[in-house]
């Protein structure tokens, strides 16, 4: 077995792990949601060892590098580091809703991954001005980043819903955890997920300086990646003014994660030059 | 001195209205829309590409708006710039405040505040005396500065750590302010551009990206060598040019370098990006006769016309290409001809440099091949010079560690309040912080059943 077909494998246990939580939301089935927990581990250990497979199988190729130098690998990390954020979480709030809303994510990015065909599973060779450790630690941050950003977005979901709510009479939103914890998490990831974009920005125009002699460039992907970074800048301010709280963080989460999927996704459509994830 | 209140008012005014954070979210949600622009409208390219593709009178608009270079237009570099008096003037509103709470020798504590925070209580059957020299401890093994006072029915213990994060979110600003000044001084005082050598040649001027004017620089560089490796897919693996800088004709500096790992010098910084082949003047001919297999040799350099041998004609090449394309095949470098022959009309001819039997489909009594042409490559180099990079990766350090104090440490202070009840005593422990409110919630607990176990093990 390839890592490909290892992880092909782990999206359907991803795919599997977010039906349980969904199920066991809708339907009230904790059973369902244990069966959960269990198939995301058992997802993650997948994605891992798809990941290191990966990793080997370029050596054994005689082109090793780590497994992070495209949209595939990064949509595996992507994914990887989503599903081990929830776990986290789902262990210390002791609440397998947020399930429901986040672990989707994760699937469909690997969905996307193993299955669209713009995208190749092949390993490339890396062209020179790829070879560069601050590429790898470039990518890292912005993906892990960009799944706290993905998780916060699930949070700011169930905000939105829970807000509806005010009596808290709806049967599905009593099993929601309190707007205020909802609050709180959704701000810490953003926190989190801020201090891993501004370390992507960082290593990556350091990157860039070490390869072309110049930090910043203005081109489309690093704009994208600003403009993500500003959005979040301006939620973590907007909590300090009144008026600005509650609905309006979350919508502003929702564009944050917008402006997160374009820089990723919608770039390569723009004009440009980024070599990189196309 | 009404007066002189209203005179001062504008400046008042104005001083709020950059103190205010709803500026800021303004700001920023502005650079973050604006930034748009740029990205869907190709920057920088030349007037005839826009006209046509927006037509004249967009065009006209869009230029006045600077949208062909938004990001250095003056409405972009006027919204960087309010957001920079926003954060200078915010910065200083709030520091004194934090000054004070930071440096004070006797930290104010509110005990009406811990009553309406988080708090836990406990009754225990010691009395207050009896507790005091046991808690004490408890408290200040994990905060680093804690103080008694008595009350009228027992004491108080109050408890703080963390007083320097306030500094956190002043480093996150700091460093913005060092990210712009840095990038100020490399606009201003730095330079970008390019320059092709040739292996073996040297060059002592650069030219400018942005204004494609030349640039001398202070020293010479020259190539020795350059060489690339290929995959097996034939994508390049790694380019390498061995450099030596040359100060007076005299060699002071010599390295090979790679993409990814320039040489610096003097402050301006070398970087590998690219490489091709340089155009031959001259090159070594065969003519082959078909039916003797006769060899003869020439030399011929671009453009120059020779005489076949053996009267057949004449021959002049007209040009050289780096890549000939034959029926979908790359052939790589070429020479193209033209052959007159004594009698009858000029034939255009191709030349492959790695196919020496490619004329032979020409089917003429000579078959024309290159003999050796020494290949030579020429390398591309960029030439940055950008003295604000120091400033600015000071700014890029300053940002992680501020923003890791401004999110994940807090100031925290707790209060323990032990009360004499009868002959019991009521404990009181309850916690606040700045930041992480829940977080602070678990600590009090736990600082609260310390507190307990260490009354249960009392003696007495
Ligand atoms: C690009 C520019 C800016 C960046 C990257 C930035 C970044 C930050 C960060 C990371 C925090 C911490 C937020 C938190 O603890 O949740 C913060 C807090 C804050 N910022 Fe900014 N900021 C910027 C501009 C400004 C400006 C222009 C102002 C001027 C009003 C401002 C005022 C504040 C205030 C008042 C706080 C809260 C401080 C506190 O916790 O007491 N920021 N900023």
Not at chain 1, 117 to 138: C, F, G, M, T
Not at chain 2, 392 to 406: H, T, W
Request: net charge positive; aromatic share 14%.
């Amino acid at each position: 077995m390839d890592s490909s077909n290892l992880l092909s494998i782990t999206t359907f246990i991803y795919g599997l792990a977010a039906f349980f939580y969904i199920f066991s939301f809708v339907f009230k089935k904790p059973f369902a949601g244990r069966l959960g927990t269990w198939t995301s581990l058992a997802g993650v250990s997948g994605n891992i060892a798809g990941i290191i497979l990966r990793w080997v199988e370029s050596y054994r190729l005689g082109i090793g590098h780590a497994p992070l130098s495209n949209l595939y690998e990064s949509l595996v990390f992507f994914s990887l580091v989503i599903m081990v954020i929830y776990l986290v979480i789902e262990r210390s709030y002791s609440n397998r809703i947020i399930g429901a809303f986040t672990t989707p994510i994760a699937f469909l990015s690997m969905a996307y991954a193993s299955l669209s065909p713009n995208i190749s599973d092949r390993i490339q060779p890396l062209v020179p001005a790829l070879k560069s450790n601050w590429l790898i630690a470039h990518v890292i941050s912005c993906f892990i980043g960009y799944a706290a950003f993905a998780i916060a977005f699930g949070l700011s979901i169930m905000l939105l819903l829970k807000q509806k709510d005010e009596k808290n009479e709806n049967p599905f939103l009593k099993v929601f955890p309190d707007f205020k914890i909802l609050d709180e998490l959704s701000h810490q990831m953003i926190m989190f997920g801020f201090l891993f974009l501004s370390a992507g920005i960082i290593t990556g125009a350091v990157w860039a300086n070490s390869a072309w002699g110049r930090y910043w460039g203005w081109d489309p992907k690093e704009t994208w990646s600003l403009i993500t970074w500003f959005v979040y800048a301006t939620l973590l301010h907007a909590r300090f003014t009144r008026g600005w709280q509650g609905k309006r963080l979350a919508y502003l989460s929702i564009i944050g994660f917008s402006a997160v999927l374009f820089t990723y996704f919608g770039v390569n459509l723009l004009p440009g030059l980024h070599s990189y994830g196309q | 001195m009404k007066n002189n209140k209203v005179s001062s008012n504008p400046v008042d005014g104005l001083w709020k209205f950059f103190a205010s954070v709803k500026l800021t979210v303004m700001l920023l949600l502005t650079l973050a829309v604006t930034s748009i622009i740029g990205t869907v409208i190709p920057q920088n390219e030349n007037p005839a590409a826009y006209i046509h593709e927006y037509g004249q009178f967009l065009y006209r608009i869009f230029k006045l708006l600077n949208i062909f270079d938004m990001y250095h237009s003056w409405w972009f570099q006027f919204l960087i710039f309010f957001l920079t008096i926003n954060i200078v003037v915010c910065s200083i509103e709030r520091l004194s405040a934090t000054w004070k709470t930071v440096f004070t020798k006797t930290p104010s504590f509110d005990i009406v505040r811990f009553k309406n925070s988080f708090k836990e209580e406990f009754f225990d059957n010691h009395s207050p005396e009896e507790l005091k020299s046991g808690f004490l401890p408890v408290v200040s093994k994990s905060f680093g500065y804690a103080r008694i006072e008595e009350t009228e029915k027992g004491f108080v213990i109050f408890a703080e750590k963390g007083r320097w994060t306030r500094f956190g979110v002043y480093g996150v600003h700091l460093s913005v302010i060092l990210l712009l000044i840095g990038g100020l001084i490399g606009s201003f005082f730095g330079f970008e551009g390019s320059v092709n050598i040739p292996e073996g040649e040297s060059v002592k001027s650069i030219i400018l990206r942005n204004t494609g004017k030349e640039e001398p620089l202070d020293f010479e560089i020259q190539c020795v060598d350059f060489s690339v490796s290929f995959y097996e897919s034939g994508t390049p693996k790694e380019y390498r040019s061995k450099l030596i800088i040359l100060e007076n004709g005299k060699p002071v500096i010599q390295k090979e370098i790679i993409v990814n790992d320039p040489l610096r010098y003097r402050g301006i910084n070398i970087f590998q990006s690219s490489y091709g082949n340089v155009r031959p003047e001259k090159v070594d001919l065969n003519f082959t006769n078909r039916e003797t297999g006769m060899i003869y040799r020439k030399n011929a350099a671009i453009g120059e016309e020779i005489d076949l041998p053996e009267a057949q004609g004449k021959f002049v090449i007209r040009e050289y290409t780096s890549s000939f394309n034959f029926r979908g095949h790359n052939l790589g470098e070429a020479f193209l001809g033209i052959l007159t022959p004594p009698n009858g009309d000029p034939a255009e001819l191709v030349i492959p440099i790695n196919y020496p039997s490619f004329d032979k489909m020409r089917k003429d009594d000579l078959i024309i091949s290159v003999e050796s042409s020494k290949r030579r490559y020429y390398t591309g180099l960029q030439v940055t010079k950008d003295p604000g990079v120091p400033l600015v990766y000071a700014g890029f350090i300053l940002m992680i560690l501020g923003c890791l104090v401004a999110f994940f440490t807090s100031h925290q202070k707790i209060c323990v309040e032990v009360v004499k009840k009868g002959g019991k005593s009521r404990v009181m422990v309850a916690g606040i912080a700045n930041k992480n409110k829940m977080g602070m919630q678990a600590r009090t607990q736990r600082i609260s059943k310390l507190l307990s176990e260490k009354a249960g093990i009392l003696k007495g």
